[in-house]
């Protein structure tokens, strides 16, 4: 049988399909019952997340659960099948209606890091009656698709009225949020899942996860959809390989809180390149960038934004043009947190005080916290300084043009479905004080009188155009002139 018709026998969406098998036991998974000290804590933190906001006494009640655990990056990720018993519910002064008690089979995955718990997924209800994907805000912009029903995208329903150039995030969330959509979603979906199953080589260990997924996928091509209606440049969004992906896993996973949240070590502001910039420049046909690198389930993309950064630096003034060790900043920078974040200024510092950096052969990358195992024996490259850039953008050019490849951090709004194209989001869903992804600058010019920026992002070739990612210059559209920063080599 193709395998995207197993698919769907999988999803139990052909004639006559077979009931859905048990979840079988993942090779190599190991299950544990809730007296395992391991699978306890994230139970209980599950629970909590799931009771946060209700009154004590409607609080549900965990009965039964089990779960098996595999390594995401650094840390452990738990995925569980809970029974939680919500109480009955007869007080007025807490719930309109009476309400008897009911029991719900769910579903969790919670990620531990470095002591830290994060719930990626709640997914409950009665079997096989709730598909939608759970645990995704409305408010993120995701409509509540009804896959059972059978809906689907209307392009009428995304284009933007007159009022949604407005600067004001309150006109564009009627629109985000449209509901309802047409009959035939569903056949669609499962085509073109079909097509991302197969593309991308996905797999997933039960019935019920592949049925979850596809959920999240076709929420994810609405939104998309939406997020290309509001778009005021040349950008195409749709399927990537990061699809399946809830918004709130994606963050976790690849995204990077700490731009936002910590205000780094303080660098001294660079001299302004006095000249004009020419109209347009690419390092790329210079010989000063390497190729496109996988930060893979990491949230390291400040480390490798920083060492696209060096590698510049070194071609500039050595003329040789080295791969550098991001895993080294992982493991040997004590200040930033490894696939947890970090800040560009930090990584500087710590390539100073370690005395260099190694090459990507010495030192290669694995995408979690290892020991340090720096040699300064086998450091290639070292840096003097660092410098913080203007945010003027017309300066920002001039630097490159002159100076190298500079790191800056983006808010990566849409970028989860960039496909190619000028990324040109609105200011108010793409703020430039919500940044969250450190990249490379590494060219800029025009396409059809569209002015750009060429981004070198580290989400691997099968991203974007062969890796990059192109945004408009000229307006700060995501914050990208807001931390600019660069290595100094003498």
Not at 251 to 275: F, W
């Amino acid at each position: 049988m193709a395998p995207w018709l197993q698919l769907l026998l999988l999803l139990g969406l052909l004639p006559g399909a077979a009931p859905v098998p048990s979840e079988p036991r993942a090779a190599g998974a190991q299950a544990w019952e809730l007296a395992s000290s391991e699978l306890l804590e994230p139970a209980r933190f599950a629970l909590e997340m799931y009771n946060r906001g209700r009154a004590a006494r409607t609080r549900a009640a965990l009965r039964v659960v089990r779960g098996r655990v595999r390594r995401a990056g650094r840390g452990s990720l738990y995925s569980l099948k809970a029974t939680l018993v919500e109480p009955p519910c007869n007080d007025p002064t807490v719930c309109q209606l009476r309400v008897s008690k009911k029991t719900l089979l769910c579903s969790f995955e919670v990620l531990v890091e470095l002591g830290k718990h994060m719930l990626l997924r709640r997914d409950c209800g009665p079997v096989d009656t709730k598909i939608t994907g759970a645990g995704i805000p409305r408010d993120a912009g995701i409509a509540q698709v009804r896959l059972r029903s059978g809906v689907s995208p209307d392009s009428s329903l995304f284009q933007p009225s007159s009022d949604d150039k407005n600067d004001t995030f309150n006109s564009f969330l009627p629109l985000l949020n449209k509901d309802p959509l047409p009959q035939d979603f569903s056949v669609k979906m499962v085509s073109i899942f079909k097509d991302f199953v197969t593309t991308y080589n996905r797999t997933y260990e039960t019935t019920e996860e592949a049925r979850w997924r596809m959920s999240v996928f076709a929420n994810n091509m609405v939104r998309a959809q939406r997020i290309q209606a509001l778009d005021r440049g040349t950008a195409r969004y749709g399927v990537t390989k990061f699809s399946d992906l809830t918004e709130e896993e994606f963050r976790t996973i690849y995204l990077n809180p700490l731009l936002k949240e910590e205000p780094g070590k303080k660098m001294h502001l660079a001299q302004s390149i006095p000249d004009l910039p020419p109209p347009e420049w690419d390092w790329r046909s210079k010989g000063a960038v390497t190729k496109v690198k996988d930060q893979g389930m990491c949230g390291s993309c400040w480390a490798f934004s920083v060492t696209g950064n060096v590698e510049g630096q070194w071609f500039l003034k050595r003329g040789s043009l080295l791969s550098l060790s991001e895993q080294e900043l992982l493991d040997c920078d004590k200040v930033d947190k490894a696939c947890l974040g970090g800040l560009p200024s930090n990584a500087y510092s710590a390539i100073r005080t370690l005395g260099g950096l190694e090459t990507e052969d010495d030192y290669s990358y694995h995408g979690h916290l290892q020991a340090c195992s720096f040699s300064a024996e086998k450091a290639k490259v070292y840096i003097n300084d660092s410098v913080e850039l203007s945010q003027n953008e017309q300066k920002l050019a001039a630097w490159l043009a002159k100076k190298g490849p500079i790191s800056v951090a983006i808010n990566a709004f849409g970028m989860q479905f960039y496909r190619h194209g000028i990324s040109h989001p609105l200011r108010p869903l793409c703020s430039p004080w919500l940044i969250d992804h450190a990249v490379l600058l590494v060219g800029y010019g025009n396409r059809s009188a569209t002015p750009f920026w060429a981004i070198k992002n580290s989400w691997g070739t099968d991203w974007g155009e062969e890796g990059y990612y192109y945004l408009h210059r000229g307006s700060g559209a995501c914050g990208v002139n807001i931390m600019a920063s660069s290595a100094v080599v003498d």
